[in-house]
């Protein structure tokens, strides 16, 4: 079994959430009870808080009106005496800052996009991306942060047993760049029946536990798909073999 490399977190490192609602807002207050000292927070959203998003997302009546990253940056701050940065600016105009994570909580593909054509991607080995999706009752999550689907040869050390390169999620599952802007946000779909009430709550706490066991070096995931339906949670490993699917699949789909 491989591990994700965590070089990373041996000094001090950031952690980027992107989109603090509906996911976004459970991982930001989550990753303030499990980030070590030497980790700096920052929250990434330019949407404010709307009545609708009091059922269901991490916020309050008070903070109505607000950024939501900001009302979250603040108000966690507080909460858990610790600096909280955030950023009311879109993604693209945005800076993601290395080493460290970027969590992905975005619900489109134009914001997706953004996050993949951040220059980190290109220059260093110390940053990954989380990447969080959500349906009605199931999600998935991805890992990655090469911006090649043809990672390089020594993407896998066997005798350290770890992974240093997993294409970014836009190139694990390209599908994700095609979702279109939701007409309605999460709070609305959840009244109309197109969203569970808790499908934010659980996928965040898998991110959480993702983010945990990266830092500590013990992650072995590449993908991880969760089902509320079934009751199931379904892992697929960060392999040579599974990356090599990947690989395989994009190619064919390029010939077509």
């Known amino acids: 079994m491989y591990t994700l490399n965590n070089s990373f977190a041996r ?14 807002g459970f991982v930001a207050e989550g990753l303030c009870r499990i980030l070590p000292p030497r980790a700096d927070l920052v929250l990434v959203d330019h949407d404010r808080v709307e009545e609708a998003n009091l059922g269901r997302q991490n916020f309050t009546r008070t903070e109505l009106g607000c950024f939501k990253s900001e009302a979250l940056a603040k108000r966690l701050a507080v909460r858990f005496a610790r ?4 950023s009311i600016l879109p993604i693209g105009m945005a800076r993601i800052i290395t080493p460290g994570l970027v969590i992905g909580g975005v619900d ?4 997706r996009r953004d996050i993949a054509e951040e220059t980190v991607w290109n220059r260093f080995l110390d940053a990954w991306w989380v990447d969080a999706g959500n349906g009605d009752n199931f999600g998935q999550i991805l890992i990655g942060n090469y911006r090649r689907v043809d ?10 047993r770890k992974c240093y390169f997993l294409p970014l999620p836009t190139l694990q599952r390209p599908d994700i760049l095609a979702q279109r802007p939701p007409e309605r946000n999460c709070a609305e779909a959840v009244v109309a029946r197109e969203q569970g009430p808790v499908i934010n709550q659980a996928m965040a706490s898998i991110v959480i536990e993702v983010v945990r066991r990266i830092i500590e070096g013990t992650c072995s995931w590449m993908q991880l798909y969760l089902d509320l339906e079934a009751g ?9 073999e599974a990356v090599a699917k990947i690989i395989v699949k994009r190619k064919r789909k390029e010939r077509r």
Do not use: K
Not at 11 to 24: A, E, L, N
Not at 108 to 111: E, F, H, R, T
């Open 83 to 86: 600096p909280v940065a955030y």
């Open 11 to 24: 000094g001090r490192f950031t952690v980027t959430v992107v989109g603090c609602g509906g996911t976004g």
């Open 151 to 160: 990672i390089p040869h020594q993407s896998f050390s066997l005798e350290e």
């Open 232 to 240: 199931t949670l379904s892992p697929v490993l960060a392999t040579p």
């Open 108 to 111: 489109n593909g134009p914001a």
